[in-house]
């Protein structure tokens, strides 16, 4: 039997904590571990410094330091880790996040199962078909 590495994705999107693990819980996570960063995009920069995570999940729109702050500072900090952004409002806040080179970025509501693969596929962990 195939040992399946587990991943810990740090998820940096303020007030929606709950429904995160909600939709983490609903859905047959397997590999991966989410920590909820229920902050602003200050809080986010501030885990940089901790190595111990393999990929980054921003909101990009937030008070203080936006998701495109915490996007930059990833990459300048931490180029080999990549890093999703989401948002909800639209193609500016897209167009931004990929200019400081967000790996993926994609518009709410994303499902969390979609956001799974992603994962998977960015980390190279096994998806679900691949599970034995």
């Known amino acids: 039997m195939a040992t399946i590495r587990r991943a810990d994705v ?8 709950v429904r995160w693990t909600e939709r983490a819980e609903s859905c047959a996570v397997g590999t991966t571990i989410l920590r909820l960063v229920d ?6 920069i501030a885990l940089l410094q901790d190595g111990s995570f393999d990929l980054m999940i ?19 900090k931490r180029p080999g880790v990549p890093v999703i952004a989401i948002t909800g409002y639209g193609k500016e806040p897209e167009t931004a996040a ?4 967000a790996d993926l970025v994609f518009s709410k509501p994303v499902k969390i199962s979609f956001l799974i693969e992603q ?8 998806k679900a078909e691949d599970k034995p």
Request: no cysteine; glycine share 16%; proline share 7%.
């Open 10 to 17: 740090i998820v940096v999107d303020p007030g929606t904590s």
């Open 39 to 44: 902050s602003d995009g200050v809080e986010g």
């Open 58 to 76: 921003t909101d990009i729109v937030m008070p203080f330091v936006s998701g495109v702050g915490v996007v930059s500072a990833l990459k300048q």
């Open 98 to 101: 990929m200019e400081k080179k």
């Open 119 to 126: 994962i998977a596929g960015l980390i190279g962990l096994p």
